[in-house]
């Protein structure tokens, strides 16, 4: 059964057929064209690229109807797989839309000589980056993040370092020291070794550290003499069995005597070799060729010149070294037995 209104719509289209085409050709013209206008008309969109270090906007006239489309049609960056976007693919895109898509960072994870990327929206915590790359931190190991750090910008680099210890023993050398002592009951001039010196030992105990196989340092934690060192004793003799002369030509008092000593095989400048029982003088107070008697070295002579040796100082020669630093440098009286040739 047919109600009324329907009955009335029925009986108008009957009566007036040629008004009703009309009017539901203007209708259907009407919505086409409404339709076609609303596709045809761009709509503004703003695209927010966050690439974790700076955000690049950028607008948009388009008329694509979905933000799939209209990422497809612009070329927009946006990974799907990987990236994250506020809205959604299948989202209609209406006039003053804004999308934020932020760009996943690559994270670098290096470790037991190797090195795993992959790449993840920031924030990325390390503790998860860690789990997620199946990597255990040891306790003493070390990395340049805290587990609570968050990955926020690409290009970063977890760096892990395994640390170990091991210990090492080190044997080392003790040199033994040579000990000199004068001794007055043995002639100038001689020497004798009352003790052999013998090195000792000793053994350093550390505690290293590495770093991924590599000692980064070390720490003494214990040390034990092995043998002792036994020092060197030697002895050289002080004592002068030539007495100062009965007869003389001439006495100088106040005389600065020093020692000196050469190595290999030296002759004075009048022409002996420097030994002992040889001295440098000046030649001006005292020629070359004299014989001379020296408080406290015995006779002498003088064979040879310096140049700090001017006025009332004379250089008396050694047979070693050691005697040098026995004898110093004093103050004596030098007797002129016999000058020597002008």
Request: net charge positive; proline share 3%.
């Amino acid at each position: 059964m047919i109600d009324r209104p329907n009955r009335e719509f029925l009986g108008l289209t009957k009566k007036y057929p040629r008004i009703f085409k009309v009017v539901t050709a203007i209708v259907c013209l009407t919505i086409c064209f409404l339709v076609i206008v609303g596709y045809a008309t761009p709509r503004t969109v703003t695209v927010n690229l966050d690439d974790s270090k700076e955000i690049i906007s950028k607008t948009y006239e388009t008329t694509e109807r979905n933000v799939a489309s209209f990422i497809e049609s612009h070329s927009i960056d946006f990974d799907s797989k990987e990236d994250a976007m506020n809205v959604k693919l299948d989202d209609r895109v209406y006039d003053g839309l804004e999308i934020k898509i932020t760009k996943a960072i690559d994270i670098s994870i290096k470790a037991d000589g190797k090195e795993l990327k992959y790449s993840q929206v920031p924030p990325v915590k390390v503790e998860t980056a860690l789990k997620e790359a199946g990597i255990t931190l040891g306790e003493d190991d070390t990395m340049n993040f805290s587990l609570q750090d968050e990955i926020q910008v690409k290009d970063e680099e977890i760096i892990i370092k395994r640390v170990t210890f091991g210990e090492d023993i080190v044997i080392k050398t003790v040199d033994y020291k040579e000990v000199v002592k004068a001794d007055s009951s043995m002639q100038v001039g001689k020497v004798k070794t009352v003790t052999k010196g013998k090195d000792g030992k000793i053994e350093k105990k550390y505690q290293v550290r590495y770093e991924d196989g590599e000692e980064v340092s070390r720490e003494l934690v214990d040390t034990t003499v092995k043998e002792e060192a036994v020092k060197k004793v030697v002895k050289y003799g002080t004592k002068i069995t030539s007495s100062r002369p009965k007869k003389y030509t001439r006495k100088i008092s106040g005389v600065k005597a020093y020692s000196y000593y050469m190595r290999g095989n030296p002759h004075g400048a009048y022409g002996k070799k420097c030994t002992y029982g040889t001295c440098a003088v000046d030649p001006k107070l005292i020629p070359l060729g004299s014989l001379l008697y020296i408080e406290g070295y015995g006779y002498a002579i003088a064979n040879d010149v310096g140049t700090g040796i001017k006025g009332k100082k004379v250089d008396l020669y050694m047979e070693k070294g050691i005697q040098c630093s026995i004898w110093g440098a004093r103050n004596v009286d030098v007797y002129v037995v016999r000058y020597g040739p002008k």
